[in-house]
């Protein structure tokens, strides 16, 4: 049982370049988040996706966009990289339900856009 | 929107002594009140959260109150250890649903001195 699974662990981009990181989760979760983290800033959610099918945007969507492919993954893409988007981006999946709320967080994917 | 702040953001302490991290809030919907804790090179993981309708919550070394009219609600970790040494974020959601994202402290990045 391997939780919440993201790919690739490191990236470095240059700007302008576009890529896709991977979440996918084995728990049979309802919602996936996508937040990224950088120091002093803590933890910003980006997107997320209460069910399959239904995505909406967090506190810092600009230059994303995101595709819950199916209930398992929740991917998250940048179109045109930008230095700013520089950061360490964790997926998380809850149950989602009131008794269920806890999240359950990938190791994480560190990106650097020079 | 719900605001979270979180203090301190550095904490040192000696092994054995206490340690205690504090998060105030804004929204006074908010319900339900997570900790999580990240190691280094990890994502975070729930230690403990809190629900409005109770004022305190003990697990082991570790303990949450809540004080609603004050809007605020304190980590208490007892006794430390090395292994206490991480990252901590607080954080708030207002029911919507059990979907409505968490959000989340700046965070604490307590260090443990043996």
Request: proline share 6%.
């Given at each position: 049982n391997?939780?919440?699974?993201?790919?690739?662990?490191?990236?470095?981009?240059?700007t302008?370049?576009?890529?896709t990181l991977q979440c996918a989760q084995d728990m049979n979760h309802n919602s996936m988040y996508w937040y990224r983290q950088d120091p002093g800033?803590?933890?910003?959610?980006?997107?997320y996706s209460a069910s399959e099918g239904t995505t909406d945007k967090g506190e810092v969507p600009n230059g994303y966009n995101v595709s819950r492919l199916n209930k398992r993954e929740f991917s998250l893409r940048l179109e045109s990289a930008a230095p700013s988007q520089t950061s360490v981006y964790?997926?998380?999946a809850a149950r989602g339900t009131a008794l269920n709320e806890?999240?359950?967080f990938g190791s994480g994917t560190q990106l650097s856009v020079l | 929107g719900e605001n979270v702040e979180q203090h301190p953001s550095t904490l040192s302490v000696q092994e054995g002594d206490s340690a205690v991290i504090k998060c105030t809030y804004s929204d006074s919907a908010s319900n339900?009140?997570?900790w999580y804790k990240q190691e280094l090179g990890k994502g975070p993981q729930l230690i403990i959260d809190i629900r409005s309708n109770v004022g305190e919550k003990k697990d082991q070394r570790i303990a949450v109150t809540l004080n609603k009219t004050a809007k605020h609600f304190s980590l208490h970790i007892t006794e430390t250890q090395p292994e206490d040494s991480a990252v901590y974020f607080c954080a708030a959601r207002a029911r919507v649903s059990g979907n409505t994202p968490l959000v989340f402290g700046k965070g604490t990045r307590l260090s443990v001195i043996a």
């Open positions: 391997a939780g919440v699974t993201q790919t690739p662990k490191f990236q470095v981009l240059k302008g370049q576009s890529m800033m803590g933890l910003r959610l980006i997107y964790f997926c998380a806890k999240l359950f | 339900y009140f997570p």
